[in-house]
């Protein structure tokens, strides 16, 4: 539950005070009993709580800790008006899983499955080679170029032809493929924060991969879970957003995104018009060219401990 007397809530580069009528200032209502998170509609500086309590999950929140700079947070232009935040949607991989490891995995098994029994495409190309021709396919092809898994299966197709193997084998490459790309890791913070997080909001995972979250640690804890294949394009289109919003009957104000790509995630979701975070693991630098997002964020756990903090007075 989210609440308390007293408080400041750092969203959109801004701070507001969660008391439960509006303070001095006009500022409205911030936090509700039943969890519901409300930014207000005006710009204040990044401040101390009210009882000048700042816990030390709160400061991981904000790039530069104690100094209370505005660093990783910044004011929508559009956050005209009291919001309440229903949905969550959220990226995949790099985000709730490391991204890398498992597709570099699904690629060699894929690989020593094709060497067995497709020995003449093997000796003509390896993993490297394979994705240069899928990249080719991409190009020749734009039109299915959201969807990661025909892209595969087309391309597999292809070089089983050309090396007089049955194309009836791609069908059993891509099973193999897709059964290793959800052989996931969550970050160890991600299924705390999720069960906590699903039991307050309607969460939603968007991806442009192919992974099957149905099939991971992390099955049962979305209402819903979007693919780029599912929906007809891939971010930064708005077509993933605009579908979870129609699935869980909210609005675009009514939604945070939370993703790990500055311009496929956060740029993409503003110009949606959600309110983007920026889950920021590995401590790069936000691009210039680019508005600070709502919302920085390291882990999960941080968020949730941040709300938390917020029912306490933090």
Known sequence: MLGGSTGVLA?????HRSHLGAGKMGTPRLAHPTGTVFFGNRPRPIVASATKQMSAHRRR??????????DGLHEHSDSNHVDAIRLITLDLDDTLWPCQPVIQAAKEALHAWLRERAPRLTD???????????????????????????????????????FDYDRALADQALALFIEH??????????????????????????????????VTPLNGLFKHSLSAADVGAAKPDP????????????????????????????????????????INRTDRDWPQALQRPTLTIKTLDALVDWLEGIEHGL
């Not at 969203?11 to 701070?15: H, S, T």
């Not at 929140?61 to 505005?70: D, I, K």
């Not at 170029?145 to 197709?157: C, E, I």
């Not at 077509?239 to 790990?260: I, K, S, V, W």
């Open 239 to 278: 077509a993933m957003f605009a579908q979870a919003l129609a699935l869980t009957d909210c609005q675009p104000n009514e939604c945070l995104h939370l993703g790990d790509d500055p311009w496929m995630d956060v740029d993409a979701a503003r110009r949606a018009g959600l309110h983007a975070a920026w």
């Open 11 to 15: 969203l959109d580069g801004r701070a």
């Open 124 to 162: 003509a190309h390896d993993i490297a080679s394979m994705r240069l021709h899928r990249q080719g396919i991409m190009k020749r092809e734009p039109e299915i170029a959201h969807d990661l898994g025909r892209v595969r299966h087309h391309a597999l197709v292809e070089l089983l032809e050309r």
């Open 181 to 214: 790309r959800c052989r996931v890791e969550p970050y160890a913070d991600v299924l705390p924060a999720l069960r906590v997080l699903s039991t307050r909001y309607r969460l939603v995972s968007l991806t442009n991969g192919n992974s099957n979250i149905e």
């Open 61 to 70: 929140l904000v790039p530069g800790g104690e100094s209370g700079q505005n």
